[in-house]
């Protein structure tokens, strides 16, 4: 497998198919915590972090464990297990190596459990660099790629939405539409800015 | 705490607390797969499948899970039930699943089943959860028709796959991404609007 596939991967998943604004993974942190730039930016991070982990950690499980002994059917109930015990187990980490980052980071690594797009980001490096039970050449490295570039497309549109909401809270937004509403009409247009990628042949 | 009827149980989830309008939850799958009406009632029966399931079975066995580790348990029970729809679906509905794809398996992480299990059915005897978990599903569910109703008829020109105009020239902006989060912002503002009004 050669580099370019690589450099494909991270370009498909930070841009073409970014996981919020083309696969809406991850939506609910990413109206509840855009209001302002610092914060999304620290969920961002950690979120990156979360996903690259998790691919790592699932891809060893699935190929390894479920494969094997034939158990692919246990892939969901296995990842969202090992997901949820890996953040309780960074966020004891982090708390007693590092309080200052805990500080920053705590409350956020709390929330990725549910986050959708860590399990989606699973799910698909699975789907994706797994054909017919075997994995592709390559598939962990792409699998690491996947995962990150998940992470850093969400911290993207993270930080773009947060700074177009920090202006636009000096803006007169109609009562109705406030807060949960016009955060979903910038998306839809951030979105179609985002579409406009879709056309790149890699 | 206020005692609610049981059928005041059931109906909250349709309008007054819905999950998708009201209190915004659950919108990864709402958004992904409401490309077609097929698809929307399709997830909308899935989730519901396992809203159900899991919630009766978490409130039955509400009083032997330990405090401290409810919230893995209540993922055990969720995800068996999301493995339990994942298989029938590609057994008996091969199209679906197919085009449903990864979002099957991530019902698990919709925050609905989740909120519902550790708001409500950890806390509720399982008459009142079932109740409690149909309405919300069904709320899910009508939500999500709405919603794909809107995308397929704009976006493709079709309804059930059933063209309704020919000469209508169908915008596909309206299936791809912005589409669907166009369409559930301008809902919610619409819903949030009527609201205000009638108080």
């Known amino acids: ?5 690589y450099i494909a991967i991270i370009i498909s998943t930070v841009f073409i198919n970014n996981f919020i604004l083309s696969r809406f993974l991850g939506l609910c942190p990413f109206i509840g915590v855009s209001k302002h730039t610092g914060p999304a930016i620290s969920m961002g991070i950690a979120v990156t972090f979360v996903t ?10 699935y190929k390894f464990v479920l494969l094997p002994y034939n158990l692919q059917y246990l892939r969901t109930l296995s990842f969202i297990l090992v997901i949820a015990a890996f953040v ?3 966020e004891i980490i982090i708390q007693k190596k590092s309080p200052a980052l805990y500080r920053t980071l705590g409350i956020y690594l709390a929330l990725i459990t549910t986050n959708c797009a860590v399990f989606g980001v699973a799910i698909l490096n699975t789907d994706m660099f797994f054909i017919n039970n075997k994995a592709v050449a390559g598939s962990f490295f792409m699998s690491v790629l996947q995962g990150f570039g998940a992470g850093a497309g969400f911290t993207l549109a993270m930080f773009l939405m947060s700074g177009i909401r920090e202006r636009l809270e000096f803006s007169d937004v109609p009562k109705c539409f406030k807060d949960a509403p016009v955060t979903f009409i910038i998306a839809s247009l951030m979105s179609l800015a985002f579409l406009g990628f879709s056309g790149f042949k890699i | 705490m206020e005692k609610t009827g049981l059928f005041g149980e059931f109906v909250k989830g349709l309008w007054k607390e819905n999950p998708t309008f009201r209190i915004v939850l659950g919108l990864c799958p709402t958004l ?3 490309t077609s009406v097929n698809n929307g009632i399709g997830m909308g029966v ?4 396992v809203l159900v399931g899991a919630n009766i079975f978490i409130s039955l066995v509400r009083n032997v899970i330990p405090e401290k580790v409810r919230i ?8 068996t039930f999301v493995t339990i729809v994942e298989l029938a679906m590609k057994a008996y509905a091969p199209l679906l699943s197919r085009s449903l794809g990864i979002y099957v398996p991530l019902i698990v992480v919709n925050c609905i089943v989740l909120g519902r299990a550790e708001a409500f059915s950890s806390k509720h005897p399982p008459i009142r959860s079932i109740l409690d978990s149909l309405g919300m599903g069904l709320g899910f569910t009508w939500a999500l028709v709405v919603i794909s109703f ?6 493709n020109g079709t309804v059930l796959g059933f063209y309704i105009n020919r000469s209508f020239e169908p915008a596909l902006f309206m299936i ?3 589409g669907a989060l166009l369409t559930i912002g301008i809902l919610i503002g619409a819903i949030n609007y009527f609201m205000s009004k009638r108080r």
């Open chain 1, 1 to 5: 497998m050669d580099l370019s596939a």
């Open chain 1, 52 to 61: 690259t982990m998790a691919s790592i950690i699932t891809w060893l499980l």
């Open chain 1, 88 to 90: 309780q187990f960074a």
């Open chain 2, 32 to 34: 992904a797969v409401s």
């Open chain 2, 46 to 49: 899935a989730a519901t499948f």
């Open chain 2, 72 to 79: 893995p348990c209540f993922v055990v029970v969720i995800a």
């Open chain 2, 150 to 155: 809107i995308r397929e008829s704009l976006g």
């Open chain 2, 176 to 178: 791809l991404a912005p």
